[in-house]
């Protein structure tokens, strides 16, 4: 498919990045003019995965994560979520609702949460190389009447 736009971003792994990354990723998003919900689905998977960086990958250490976003033919946004950490042993486990390594106050539901706001969802991990999160959301074109 065709790439009419795309947006690159590195950051720290550090919580106070979070909220920074779903505001650029919104203000992309917003070429297309999506509704609120819309907005707010694409910003709480962002959130989502960019948090999995933070707490998973980088555990110990302070790492990168590295977002790609791109708008394709069709109105669709693709998000790519990337960080070089310790990586998914298991990528059907960690998918799997109420699964978390960390345990405590983390519910593990961030890829539930990125599945239900997102159209499609695509995870690819190696264990000591770290995982890459890509999300598609095709955003309705709206009908105006004029008049």
Do not use: W
């Not at 539930?112 to 190696?126: C, E, H, L």
């Amino acid at each position: 498919m065709k790439i009419i736009n795309k947006f690159t971003m590195n950051m720290y792994a550090k919580s106070a990045n979070e909220g920074f990354a779903r505001s650029c990723i919104s203000a992309f998003a917003s070429q297309l003019d999506p509704t609120l919900e819309e907005l707010n689905d694409i910003k709480t998977a962002v959130s989502e995965a960019v948090t999995n960086c933070i707490v998973h990958a980088y555990a110990s250490k302070l790492g990168k994560i590295y977002i790609t976003a791109e708008i394709i033919e069709e109105n669709i946004l693709r998000i790519k979520i990337r960080d070089t950490g310790c990586g998914i042993e298991n990528i059907e486990l960690a998918l799997t609702p109420l699964y978390t390594t960390v345990g405590g106050e983390r519910a593990g539901l961030g890829f539930a949460v990125m599945q239900s706001f997102m159209d499609s969802i695509r995870v690819t991990s190696k264990v000591g190389k770290g995982t890459t999160v890509t999300m598609k959301k095709k955003i309705l074109p709206r009908i105006t009447v004029n008049g």
